[in-house]
């Protein structure tokens, strides 16, 4: 039953990230600071997704390292690119 | 029969080494193809953003919160059929089954609503990046859905428990690549 809390606890973490992303992007389109609130709300919507609905949390290093790695060059590069 | 697994071995994260290959594998493709994308922004950016009107960014939010929504219910089915719950098991993964299907409603609104306007791959190259992304993310989803109707099926024949739901964190994966895979579709297409 606690788990099942944990991972509704989650989804509307990630449901009103999802909507405050939505909202600061409307209101203030292309603007920097919202640019990088963006990106945090997707690195946090990604790690949430993978760790807890994934269960990466109960997995060897190896696959948390890689999933955490991977999405932080991809966030990097975008953001070279953007700004 | 089949055990619960060791998942702090290497060999056995949550569905397996062979999905988590798959995983790495489209993670690695789709974010290759989103800093192709990233790159051709860069250097057009005026038409970019002229192209990007042109998307529904309250549509991109929606659906992304269904596709949330259904992760978080086979989340819950996996927790489900671990504990012996089968039935509720089938239950959360029907309705995830069903957030699929709305997703992919409303993206083919999206994509109805493209053609209406005569907007295609040959459009620009905004829209050759969009459609083949969120496309290719569209089969992927379709695919999904196929897993957890047969997922589903099965635990309705009894052909999983909770001494052998392998196959259902497995699927339940697959399920999760696509929510992965479209968080980081949906700002780069949306909301940047």
Known sequence: MKKNNILLIIWILLVVLTAVEYTFSEVFRYSKIVFFGIMLASFIKYIGVAFQFLELKHAHPFWKAFSVIIVLLFITIITVLYL | ?192
Not at chain 2, 30 to 56: D, P
Not at chain 2, 165 to 188: N, Q, Y
């Open chain 2, 1 to 192: 029969m089949e055990k619960q697994m060791d998942h702090k071995n290497f060999y056995y994260p949550p569905g397996g080494i062979l999905i988590w290959i798959i995983i790495a594998l489209e993670l690695i493709t789709f974010m290759g193809g989103l800093v192709a994308f990233a790159v051709y922004r860069n250097n057009n950016i005026a038409v970019v953003q002229e192209s990007q009107h042109h998307l529904s960014a309250l549509i991109g939010t929606i659906n992304t919160a269904i596709l949330i929504t259904g992760g978080y219910l086979m989340a819950v089915g996996i927790k489900k059929i671990k504990i012996g719950l089968t039935e509720d098991a089938a239950k959360m993964i029907l309705y995830a089954i069903i957030t699929g299907l709305m997703f992919l409603a409303l993206k083919g609104y999206e994509y109805y609503d493209k053609i209406i306007d005569g907007i295609g791959m040959s459009t620009n190259t905004f829209f050759s990046f969009y459609w083949l992304i969120t496309g290719f993310h569209f089969i992927h989803v379709t695919v999904a859905i196929l897993i957890l109707l047969a997922l589903y099926i099965g635990i309705k024949r009894n052909k999983y428990s909770k001494d052998d739901f392998f196959d259902v964190e497995t699927g339940g994966a697959f399920w999760h690549l696509c929510d992965l895979i479209w968080i980081l579709v949906f700002p780069i297409f949306y909301l940047l």
